[in-house]
């Protein structure tokens, strides 16, 4: 479809502006994409550990319950089950969560006008 409007240069460099404008647009959201991924992945990684050295120090009072004072022994499976539990819970809801992924979309927009040959 052609259409009898002119391409003249202010056009041209407004449309070239425009497509640098989203390219920087898309490559900063990009980047932080990336790094919101490297910090989701690195809070997934300790919280795994963190989980492991809370159950098995759990586990340790609570099979050993003779040599700690009851209290202690309360905390431990207090701990075991809330800890467990909260955490799940957070990694889901900040590392996990699908919802919380961003999709990178194109950003263009711009268009230069047919001209008349």
């Given at each position: 479809?052609?259409?009898?409007?002119?391409?003249?240069p202010v056009i041209v460099e407004?449309?070239?502006?425009?497509?640098?404008?989203?390219?920087?647009?898309?490559?900063q959201a990009k980047s932080q994409e990336q790094w919101?991924?490297?910090?989701?992945l690195m809070m997934g990684?300790?919280?795994?550990?963190?989980?492991?050295?809370?159950?098995?120090v759990s586990v340790y009072i609570l099979f050993n319950h003779a040599e700690f004072p009851t209290?202690?022994?309360?905390?431990?499976?207090?701990?075991?089950?809330?800890?467990?539990?909260g955490m799940l819970i957070g990694v889901w809801k900040i590392a996990l969560n699908?919802?919380?992924v961003t999709k990178?979309?194109?950003t263009t927009q711009s268009s230069i006008p047919d001209v008349a040959a």
């Open positions: 479809m052609t259409n009898n409007t002119e391409l003249n407004r449309a070239s502006e425009q497509l640098r404008q989203e390219r920087e647009t898309f490559d919101w991924f490297i910090l989701r990684f300790s919280s795994i550990i963190l989980l492991v050295v809370v159950m098995v209290a202690v022994v309360t905390a431990a499976g207090a701990a075991l089950f809330v800890d467990v539990v699908p919802k919380s990178l979309q194109p």
